[in-house]
């Protein structure tokens, strides 16, 4: 799977958990002037805007001492929602057997994006079954994506 930089993740990682945040993981969209650090957290009774806003703090700061990203950025500070991205295969496990959209960084079997449930990981590739009950194997060196899809009922 793709990630983050490391020297990133864990700086973020090393600022988030002991204010006792679980972190789900950093995205970091690089776009020229207009690159983006995107730090999802969590916690068992949910994220409010008061728990992003002292984890932005708090990372700032911390981002400000360390210089991890070259140039200028934007810091984002978020829940997961309800759509949450999943970065580990620790939280593939976790959510096994519910939905999950995911984007390949190249075309397998023709295409790049696969919707389904989240089966297993077994030998470095995610298990999707589809909607035609069909199991497809991920590699997970492909996956650029990966996230929950919402389920109303």
């Known amino acids: 799977m793709r990630q983050a930089n490391p020297k990133l993740t864990?700086?973020?990682?090393?600022?988030?958990e002991p204010l006792g945040y679980e972190l789900v993981g950093v995205e970091h969209v690089a776009g020229g002037r207009h690159a983006v650090v995107r730090v999802y957290i969590d916690?068992?009774?949910g994220i409010t805007v008061e728990d992003c806003a002292l984890?932005?703090?708090q990372l700032s700061g911390q981002f400000d001492l360390e210089d991890p990203i070259p140039g200028e950025?934007?810091?984002e500070?978020?829940?997961?929602?309800?759509?949450?991205?999943?970065?580990?295969v620790e939280q593939?496990?976790?959510?096994?057997?519910?939905?999950?959209?995911?984007q390949?960084?190249?075309?397998?079997?023709?295409?790049r994006n696969f919707e389904g449930a989240l089966v297993a990981v077994v030998d470095d590739a995610l298990q999707l079954q589809l909607d035609d009950d069909e199991v497809e194997s991920l590699p997970?060196?492909?996956?650029?994506?990966?996230?929950?899809v919402p389920q109303f009922e």
């Open 10 to 16: 864990a700086l973020a990682g090393a600022v988030v």
């Open 43 to 45: 916690r068992e009774d």
């Open 55 to 57: 984890v932005s703090h």
């Open 73 to 75: 950025y934007e810091l």
């Open 77 to 88: 500070v978020s829940s997961p929602g309800l759509d949450r991205p999943l970065f580990t």
């Open 92 to 102: 593939m496990r976790r959510f096994a057997g519910h939905r999950a959209r995911v």
């Open 104 to 111: 390949l960084a190249e075309k397998r079997n023709g295409r």
């Open 140 to 148: 997970l060196a492909l996956i650029e994506r990966a996230r929950l």
